[in-house]
């Protein structure tokens, strides 16, 4: 079945930087759209950011962009999650997130795979 596994969270100062990493098995990865969410403490999950199979389209949150920058390895199996110039604000539990279609389609339906989580904790 399909699996992804997230790596890579900790406990950093506010603009330190952070690299995550969202290991895919189980499915062929180049007809995957991957992205990645996240979830603070008492709020709603959130989208931050999307890339396309062939990473020709990447989409992220007005509140990372320029700072953090979405990528894929498809001969790793792997999609990263390089968070520079951290925030407090940004701590939360960072999800990984797939679906087997075109971007298009991901942004209107939403993923249907998911990731247990990394925990990403930015002190101030």
């Known amino acids: 079945q399909v699996q992804l596994v997230e790596s890579g969270g900790g406990l950093v100062q506010a603009g330190d930087s952070l690299r995550l990493s969202c290991a895919a098995s189980?499915?062929?990865?180049?007809?995957?759209?991957m992205a990645w969410f996240r979830q603070a403490p008492g709020k709603e999950r959130e989208f931050v950011a999307v890339?396309?199979?062939?990473?020709?389209?990447?989409r992220y949150a007005d509140s990372v962009k320029g700072r953090f920058t979405i990528s894929r390895d498809n001969a790793k199996n792997t999609v990263y999650l390089q968070m520079n110039s951290l925030k407090p604000e940004d701590t939360a539990v960072y999800y990984c997130?797939?679906?087997?279609?075109?971007?298009?389609?991901?942004?209107?339906?939403?993923?249907?795979?998911w990731g247990q989580g990394t925990q990403v904790t930015v002190s101030s």
């Open positions: 997130a797939a679906r087997d279609s075109h971007w298009a389609i991901f942004e209107l339906r939403g993923p249907n795979y």
């Open positions: 890339i396309s199979r062939s990473s020709s389209t990447t």
């Open positions: 189980g499915l062929t990865f180049t007809t995957f759209t």
